[in-house]
T-cell receptor, first 113, second 110 residues
Framework: ETGVTQSPTHLIKTRGQQVTLRCSSQSGHNTVSWYQQALGQGPQFIFQYYREEENGRGNFPPRFSGLQFPNYSSELNVNALELDDSALYLC????????????FGPGTRLTVT | DAKTTQPNSMESNEEEPVHLPCNHS???????IHWYRQLPSQGPEYVIHGLTSNVNNRMASLAIAEDRKSSTLILHRATLRDAAVYYCILRYFGNEKLTFGTGTRLTIIP
């Protein structure tokens, strides 16, 4: 059974640029959630995708967008990067039934300069 | 989202049991109690969850108070690998998200 993988591991971008982060779900999972974790804080929910559609969104502006593909992998896109977007971005996969546990990837560390 | 309260930090000796408390006085009847932990430089890891009855798995035990306003995560024999931030999260059935607080930073003393 393959776990959740994310790419790239680290990324440095300049303010105003756009970035795309990628996530491959754990085998058998059909739901992907994205979280942002600033230094010293707990992860904050960005949004979730199920059946290629957004299935819930946290308090993040529209410049944070996502996609889910038929193989359940997912992308997180952030436009017009701001310095405060510097964080660890975590992807989690799960099965979309009940209060099931989410399985997290190792994250992508984004630095905006 | 119903709120949870956890101590900021705890210490425990290696090979001894650890009891991590969580208060959730505003819990509703449909809220499940989830525990995750985050080891240094890793993503969060699922530990255990329950609704009303105590739960056991290979990693830990979850003891839930009869009124469900508090719970305790029990690590039966702590190892150095258990040093992590532990998050107690309430999640109602069908809710898509996990709402993390600041958690409890557990330090294991060799």
């Amino acid at each position: 059974e393959t776990g959740v993988t994310q790419s790239p591991t680290h990324l440095i971008k300049t303010r105003g640029q756009q970035v795309t982060l990628r996530c491959s779900s754990q085998s058998g999972h059909n739901t992907v959630s994205w979280y942002q974790q600033a230094l010293g804080q707990g992860p904050q929910f960005i949004f979730q995708y199920y059946r290629e559609e957004e299935n819930g969104r946290g308090n993040f502006p529209p410049r944070f967008s996502g996609l889910q593909f038929p193989n359940y992998s997912s992308e997180l896109n952030v436009n017009a990067l701001e310095l405060d977007d510097s964080a660890l971005y975590l992807c989690a996969s799960s099965w979309h039934r009940g209060p099931n546990e989410q399985y997290f990837g190792p994250g992508t560390r984004l630095t905006v300069t | 989202d119903a709120k949870t309260t956890q101590p900021n930090s705890m210490e425990s000796n290696e090979e001894e049991p650890v009891h991590l408390p969580c208060n959730h006085s505003t819990i509703s009847g449909t809220d499940y109690i989830h525990w995750y932990r985050q080891l240094p430089s890793q993503g969060p890891e699922y530990v255990i969850h329950g609704l009303t009855s105590n739960v056991n798995n290979r990693m830990a035990s979850l003891a839930i108070a009869e009124d469900r306003k508090s719970s305790t995560l029990i690590l039966h024999r702590a190892t150095l690998r258990d040093a992590a931030v532990y998050y107690c999260i309430l999640r109602y059935f069908g809710n898509e998200k996990l709402t993390f607080g600041t958690g409890t930073r557990l330090t294991i003393i060799p």
